[in-house]
């Protein structure tokens, strides 16, 4: 239990947050590793936002408690805040450029003089904000740019943790392919240890290692890559045949049960809509 605490870079017990008689968390526990890629899925307006608001202090949870790298008191927690980047929607001066504005929340952040500008220009070149386009308005960015500037902001000054709510909302496939590979090297080369929330169930399935799935005010289910791979039928079979019925019999008949049909895998939505019942459509 104790490493299990020491290697939690955020941890939440039992978290209730009402808005007066909405209770939208209902007593959320969680864990994120250090050096996960934590994925935070549940459909729209399940409470991921607020869950984000909770760990981030925006917003005073009603009880529970939230610790923040080992943090044991309300002021360890404050402070452990600082370690945190986050791009919680776009926040952005639009008649300032990319760059300015990178370099104002630089500024905010306490990085100055020579390494405020490395700083900028490293941010700028990992987000991919370059060739003129760091020089141009916020306002005219195209919303892949406006999400590719509030990650920017989120990961100035390279933190520990970084917090990307729907990162990749209303992104095209390329945009949203980009996203997902930052995000990789964010873990992989820069060492932070990254929570990612999406209502579209496959965006993150290759991305993150491990998924809380948020429905009803409450984490219904933490699972892991590895758990999503137990779940596969350990044979599969493909047959050929143009009487799928005849086919079936004749495996049921011989004591085979038909565990899937038609579908290669179970995918995280599969789980998910097991879970929670539904379908995605
Ligand atoms: N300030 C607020 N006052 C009252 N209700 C709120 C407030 N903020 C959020 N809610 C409600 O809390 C619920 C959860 O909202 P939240 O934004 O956390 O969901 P979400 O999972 O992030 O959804 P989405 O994918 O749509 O952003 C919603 O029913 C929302 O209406």
Redesign the pocket.
């Known amino acids: 239990m104790g490493s299990e605490i020491s290697n939690a870079a955020i941890r939440l017990d039992n978290i209730v947050k009402s808005?007066?008689k909405?209770d939208?968390l209902k007593g959320v526990t969680m864990q994120v590793n250090k050096g996960d890629i934590y994925g935070l899925v549940?459909?729209?307006?399940?409470?991921?936002?607020?869950?984000f608001k909770m760990i981030l202090g925006l917003?005073e949870y009603t009880s529970g408690s939230v610790s923040i790298d080992g943090s044991q008191s309300r002021k360890e927690l404050f402070a452990n805040r600082s370690k945190i980047g986050f791009f919680v929607g776009s926040n952005f001066y639009g008649y300032l450029s990319g760059r300015a504005n990178l370099e104002y929340y630089a500024a905010a952040k306490g990085i100055k003089g020579k390494e405020l500008k490395q700083e900028v220009d490293r941010v700028l070149n990992v987000v991919g904000l370059t060739g003129g386009k760091e020089n141009q308005k916020a306002k005219g960015y195209s919303l892949g740019m406006k999400q590719r500037l509030g990650i920017g902001n989120a990961i100035l000054g390279n933190p520990d943790i970084l917090i990307l709510?729907?990162p990749t909302n209303g992104l095209d496939p390329q945009g949203i392919a980009d996203i997902r590979h930052m995000i990789r090297r964010f873990r992989d080369e820069f060492g932070m240890t990254v929570i990612v929330?999406s209502?579209i169930l496959g965006e993150l399935e290759n991305t993150a290692d491990r998924f809380g799935i948020?429905h009803n005010g409450v984490i219904a289910k933490e699972i892991t890559q590895d758990d999503l791979s137990a779940k596969r039928p350990e044979v599969e079979l493909t047959v050929s045949t143009d009487n799928l019925e005849r086919a079936k019999s004749i495996l049921a008949e011989n004591g085979i049960d038909i565990l899937k049909e038609g579908k290669e895998k179970v995918t995280l939505e599969d789980y998910y809509f097991e879970l929670i019942g539904g379908s995605a459509e």
């Open positions: 808005y007066g909405h939208v549940g459909k729209n307006g399940a409470g991921k936002t607020t869950i917003s709510d729907e929330s209502h948020v």
